[in-house]
């Protein structure tokens, strides 16, 4: 079945440092990829999402492609803040078959930025 | 932007216990879910609602789980009686369309109840 596995954390990072959280998924035809975000006490919101091969998604200084030579859409950002802070999930679901809301997530990446 | 509620963002019970946990989700959207996380895994589908019935299910989601509209606003999932590996973040989610493919359309998502069995 549909997998995606994602870097584990958590990662701590000063403000202003450079973000890769790395996700690789395994998937038949061409699924639709996604990363969702919560921030503390918040639920899952989406950050961004890539519906095709070589798509960037990107958000809030955020940005991840979608290459499907490697399987994989690691989610980046330039210069990260404190208000970054938070649990990023890489997802995905499949774009055929009728269970396209059916979400399959990675475990999750706690990213701390510090001032 | 709109919200989708949960409550309470904490449940704690006894193993055997029923427990009900409530989602209210956005007033336009037609597709509910709920998905659950246990500690240190990954986020799993358990259920998908639309039209008052159960659209597709995961092998999770056997017959101890039902999901309910009861009253045009609320979502509710109903554990009847709850084991130590029940234990999770449930989190409940709503759609206006159907799926998150290239349309656009996205799931909203709550904050999640924290369900303890003891």
């Known amino acids: 079945g549909d997998s995606v596995t994602q870097m584990e954390g958590p990662v701590t990072l000063s403000e202003e440092a450079f973000l890769t959280i790395n996700c690789t998924y395994t998937a038949t035809g061409y699924p639709s990829l996604f990363w969702y975000v919560q921030y503390p006490g918040e639920g899952l919101q989406l950050l961004l999402k890539a519906t095709k091969a070589d798509d960037k998604g990107s958000n809030k200084g955020f940005e991840a492609t979608y290459r499907k030579e490697t399987t994989s859409f690691h989610l980046e950002k330039g210069s990260v803040q404190v208000s970054d802070s938070a649990v990023y999930f890489c997802a995905l679901t499949p774009n055929s078959g009728g269970s396209n809301y059916k979400l399959t997530f990675g475990k999750g990446t706690l990213l701390t930025v510090n001032p | ?118």
């Not at chain 2, 449940?11 to 989700?25: A, H, N, W």
Request: net charge negative; glycine share 8%; hydrophobic share 30%.
């Open chain 2, 1 to 118: 932007e709109p919200e989708v509620t949960q409550t309470p963002s904490h449940q704690v019970t006894q193993m055997g216990q029923e427990v009900i946990l409530r989602c209210v989700p956005i007033s336009n959207h037609l597709y509910f879910y709920w998905y659950r996380q246990i500690l240190g895994q990954k986020v799993e589908f358990l259920v998908s609602f639309y039209n008052n019935e159960i659209s597709e299910k995961s092998e999770i989601f056997d017959d101890q789980f039902s999901v309910e509209r009861p009253d045009g606003s609320n979502f509710t999932l109903k554990i009847r009686s709850t084991k130590l590996e029940d234990s999770a973040m449930y989190f409940c989610a709503s759609s206006e369309y159907r799926g998150t493919g290239g349309r656009g359309e996205k799931l909203f998502f709550g904050s999640g109840t924290q369900l303890s069995v003891l």
